[in-house]
């Protein structure tokens, strides 16, 4: 008889202790994004939170999770991109924190300096609005473009003013950019995907953002769930101490913290 209550004594105390765990998904980019989720798991765990890492490829399905309650948050994009998304699909998402800074690089296998570049060469460039914005200001900060609007953060070729070298503009997928890289004579490649290729942003890249970039990585959730107790702890422990030394150590430099 004694047997039979501790069994069920015990059958209690471990169904409050999983009832007290709560659950949060997050969609993520592999890397840094996904690894930097997985590094924190343990510290959520400590404080009750499941923590489940989905990692995605691409910049559009995980905010479309996120929008529709399938997820609880995403960890991949920045703030512009953000807002474009937004405008453009209806969608109703809100940034909740920033984290880190990804400088956004431009690449050859080609040539080893900006210099060598050749009239009618071919440069890939993000086909979203905001990265390949992104990527053409780049380009003109390295003097190699001129646009009619030089601030405009959503600028595509045809806002190109002067181009000198008569340079030939590719608008491709940000994911594919890598594995074109010895199809094209520079490819401007988010430092996500960089890093997935094995590329080192500090070293291999011939122009790279500063890390005064506004480019911010933020987490995204939907706008019922920004007062969320769990998402709000993801959100101190993305922006704690030891997150700031593990960006530091584990991409000296191709990642940059924002807190």
């Given amino acids: 008889m004694n047997l039979k209550k501790t069994l069920v004594a015990l059958t209690a105390l471990t169904a409050a202790t999983f009832t007290q765990a709560e659950e949060i998904s997050v969609a993520a ?7 930097i989720l997985e590094h924190i798991k343990p510290t959520l765990k400590e404080q009750g939170i499941d923590l489940t890492v989905r ?11 996120v929008d529709q309650k399938r997820m609880d948050a995403n960890f991949f ?5 953000l807002k474009e998304f937004n405008e453009g699909r209806g969608t109703s998402l809100v940034s909740i924190q920033g984290v880190h800074i990804e400088p956004f690089g431009a690449y050859s296998s080609r040539i080893e300096s900006l210099d060598e570049l050749e009239e009618g060469d071919v440069v890939a460039i993000p086909n979203d609005p905001t990265n390949g914005g992104r990527a053409l200001l780049l380009l003109q900060e390295a003097g190699l473009i001129k646009l009619k609007d030089e601030s405009k953060i959503t600028a595509t070729p045809r806002d190109i003013a002067e181009n000198p070298k008569n340079l030939d503009f590719k608008e ?10 010895n199809q094209v004579d520079l490819a401007l490649i988010n ?12 070293e291999d890249a011939l122009i790279i953002e500063g890390a005064n970039s506004p ?4 987490l995204v959730v939907h706008k019922d769930n920004q007062n969320n ?7 101190e422990a993305l922006t704690s101490e030891d997150v700031r030394e593990f960006i530091k150590t584990e991409y000296e430099g191709a990642v940059v913290p924002a807190f």
Avoid: C, M, W
Wanted: aromatic content about 8%; cysteine-free.
């Fill in 229 to 235: 107790p769990a998402l709000q702890k993801l959100s």
């Fill in 215 to 218: 480019y911010v990585n933020i």
């Fill in 77 to 81: 994009q920045h703030l512009p991109y």
């Fill in 29 to 35: 980019t592999p890397v840094p994004h996904a690894e």
């Fill in 172 to 181: 491709l997928e940000a994911a594919t950019l890598p594995r074109i890289l």
């Fill in 191 to 202: 430092t996500n995907y960089a890093l997935e290729a094995g590329l080192n942003p500090a």
């Fill in 55 to 65: 990692v995605f490829t691409d910049y559009v399905q995980p905010n479309i999770q």
